[in-house]
């Protein structure tokens, strides 16, 4: 069987630092406005997502249909304190927890793709469709991070 997300999902790591390398460094913690996210709180976001999905991975592997954790993405930003974290120890545990669970799926039969989770907000989940979801999320990201740098760039902040 053919799983072009997990394919798509093991490249998030570097397309994530690739991406960061286009943004200086210096306009990071940029606000483009009350609520939205600076690129570094996006950086911690994608790490705590990945925890998340690193959970939500092996409960639908060895526990299918189990319910999982929904969470609140601004509170968890806000009372983690996105802002004082290390991006550069958000980016290695990234990389960590992101290889880790592309190397684990490589090695399962292709009937662990049938397996689900219960999603609060999703509903049931194979894990097949939990990945075509999961694999899009640093692509929207870097997209995400990219309309932050040009809103920075649109203001004329000093570079």
């Excluded at 990389?95 to 490589?106: A, D, E, H, K, M």
């Excluded at 090695?107 to 694999?135: C, K, R, V």
Aim: hydrophobic fraction near 35%.
């Amino acid at each position: 069987m053919n799983h072009p997300q997990l394919e798509q999902y093991s490249t998030g790591h570097p397309e994530l630092l690739d991406a960061l390398q286009r943004i200086p460094r210096s306009m990071w913690h940029f606000r483009p406005a009350a609520g939205e996210w600076t690129i570094h709180e996006i950086v911690v976001h994608i790490t705590d997502s990945e925890s998340n999905s690193y959970i939500r991975v092996r409960a639908a592997i060895a526990e299918p249909g189990k319910r999982i954790m929904a969470y609140d993405e601004p509170a968890w930003a806000r009372a983690l304190c996105y802002k004082q974290q290390s991006a550069e120890d958000a980016l290695e545990l990234f990389r960590w927890l992101r290889g880790n669970t592309y190397r684990l799926l490589q090695m399962l039969p292709d009937s662990t793709w049938t397996h689900s989770i219960d999603h609060p907000e999703s509903g049931q989940l194979t894990l097949e469709q939990y990945f075509q979801i999961n694999a899009r999320h640093v692509p929207d990201h870097i997209a995400q991070m990219q309309s932050v740098y040009e809103a920075w760039q649109a203001r004329g902040v000093e570079r």
